[in-house]
Every structure is written in C-alpha cells, then in structure tokens.
C-alpha cells in the first residue's frame, strides 16, 4: 500500500498539465512522495499537505485508511504483547493432566480421594506427574495467584479471599475453575 500510495502521489504530481498541479517539489520527486506516504503511515506530520484537488482526494482517503490500520495495530499489539500474562484457562481434568501445571494436593484430599464416587479425579491423582504436597494451603494459593504454576482442589471462596489480601484486582481471570464438579456438599 507504501508503493502504491507513493506511486499515486508522485503520477498526479506530475501530470503534464501545470494548471492541474499546482503543488512545489513535494509531489513531483519520488523520494518526497515516499516520505509524505511514509510519515501519514507512521502517523506524523507531512511537510507539505497537498493542494492540488486531485492530491488531496487521495491523500485524505489515505489518511483514513493509515488511521484505520493503525488503531487495529495498537488493539492486537495491546493485547497480544503487553498482557501477555493471561494464558489459555484450564477447563477439564484431561487438559490439566496434559498441562505443565504443577498438581498441588493436602492429605485431606487424599483421605477424601478414597470415598469420591468420581473415578476421573482418582484417575487424574494417579496419572499425575507433577505432583507437590500442599500441606500449607494458604501458601499454595498464594504462589497459584502470583506465580500461576500451580492447581488446587480448593473452594473458589478461600482463593477469592486470599487474591483479595494479596491487593489482585482483577483476580477472576487468575484463579479460573475448572467446568466440572468434583465434590458436592449437602444441603
């Protein structure tokens, strides 16, 4: 769009007519065309804006579409690279099975594994390679909120409080449950 853009300037720059193009060196040398395209793509000032009709048709439409370009840019740049932190949440026992993330567990848990009547979390326990006990648990959750290489069978209040002792603001994209139900209480 760069080459094209430069090669309209400098072509209505130097129509044969003068009474047409009535603009100084600015649109009739390439190189000053390249700048002028250049400097609206990075969005900075022209040294000169166009005064020819025909110039200035062009220049505003491409104006419009560096403004365009630029804002979508800045949108992906934002979020892709400067809030990197947010990874992809964890939504099954399978894809936390299959994740890096270390399996912080307590020995009530393990009491408790022996009487749950869901055979996917013995099997997750079982097949589990990154295992670390977890028997000071206020601890655990602090490293999963500060550090996020750790998982926990925990009630989403406790991690709720803590991420609120800790100052997290936006603690809901770091603390992140998992879609099923491992445990159920009785009312």
Known sequence: MLLLTTTVFWCAGNVPYRSV??????YQSLSQCFHTAWAVFVGVSVPQRPTASS???FFCLYVCFCFAISTVFQAFFVSYLVEPKYGKQLHTLDEL???DVVYGYHSVVNLI???????????????????????EFRKCVERMI?????????H??????VAKQL??????????????VFFQQAQ
């Open 21 to 26: 193009c009535n603009d100084a060196h600015t």
């Open 55 to 57: 110039i200035r048709v």
């Open 97 to 99: 099975l299959d994740s």
């Open 113 to 135: 594994q022996g009487t749950v009547s869901y055979p996917e979390f013995v099997k997750f326990f079982e097949q589990k390679k990154f295992k670390e006990d977890c028997s």
């Open 146 to 154: 500060t550090q996020r290489d750790v998982a926990s069978v925990l």
């Open 156 to 161: 989403p209040m406790f991690a709720t409080y």
């Open 167 to 180: 100052g997290t603001v936006d603690f809901g994209k770091l603390i992140c449950p998992l879609d099923e």
